[in-house]
């Protein structure tokens, strides 16, 4: 069955700060990746999305995501922080067969001014 | 396109009731998804519908639980004899797709809070 780990539960940085969210998936085939950003009160909104080709895909909001299958990776970066990337995010992993996701337990965003 | 929509947004009730719960997914699309997330988790699948066709269930989904999609259009997700361990927020989430793979992304709606006291 597929996972997804996020490591890091809180991450606190400065505004202008560069980012990086890890995100570490299990999945035995070619993995369906994904970022979501939730905020308070809010739905999931989608950051982007990774289904083949290019390892490094671009995202709404200037959020950028590479893949990497030697290390089962699927991290999160942005270049500079602003403070209203302040909010939670989470990284899933979509399976073919059954269209669901299986999210990690997210990451918690502080940004600092 | 309003987006996905889900009524009621909060529901308080009281342990042993029944509630239930309504999504109106974006209106062309004909994949309807529930999720549930507790406290400082992530969402966990519940169910999937394609059309008005229930095609998973995931265990997590105990009798207690029902889902329906009459017609394809809109979804109730029921909870009988509701208890605390229920209280959690219920997502909902649509997308347009027509095989097994993820031609498009599915798009949340706001959520409903179940709190069971």
């Known amino acids: 069955a597929q996972s997804v780990t996020q490591p890091d539960i809180h991450i606190t940085v400065s505004e202008g700060a560069s980012l990086e969210l890890r995100c570490n998936y299990s999945?035995?085939?070619?993995?369906?990746l994904f970022w979501y950003v939730q905020s308070p009160g809010q739905g999931l909104q989608l950051l982007l999305k990774?289904?083949?080709?290019?390892?490094l895909v671009q995202g709404i909001k200037g959020f950028e995501a590479e893949f990497k299958r030697s290390q089962s990776s699927f991290n999160l970066r942005k270049p500079s922080v602003h403070w209203s990337d302040a909010a939670e995010y989470f990284c899933a992993v979509g399976s073919g067969g059954g269209n669901k996701l299986t999210f990690g337990t997210g990451t918690q965003l502080k940004v600092e001014l | 396109d309003t987006g996905v929509s889900q009524d009621p947004r909060h529901k308080i009730t009281k342990r042993g009731q029944n509630v239930t719960f309504r999504c109106d997914p974006i209106?062309?699309?004909?994949?309807l998804y529930w999720y549930r997330q507790t406290l400082g988790q992530g969402p966990e699948f519940l169910t999937y519908?394609?059309?008005?066709?229930?095609?998973?269930k995931s265990r997590l989904l105990s009798d207690r639980f029902s889902a329906e999609r009459p017609k394809g259009s809109f979804s109730t997700l029921e909870i009988q004899r509701t208890e605390q361990g229920d209280s959690a927020m219920y997502l909902c989430?649509?997308?347009?797709?027509?095989?097994?793979?993820?031609?498009?992304?599915?798009?949340f709606g706001p959520g409903t809070r179940l709190t069971v006291t």
């Open positions: 990774y289904f083949s080709g290019d390892t």
């Open positions: 999945y035995g085939a070619t993995p369906y």
């Open positions: 989430a649509s997308s347009q797709g027509t095989s097994g793979i993820f031609e498009s992304e599915q798009y």
């Open positions: 209106s062309e699309h004909n994949r």
């Open positions: 519908f394609q059309n008005e066709a229930q095609l998973e």
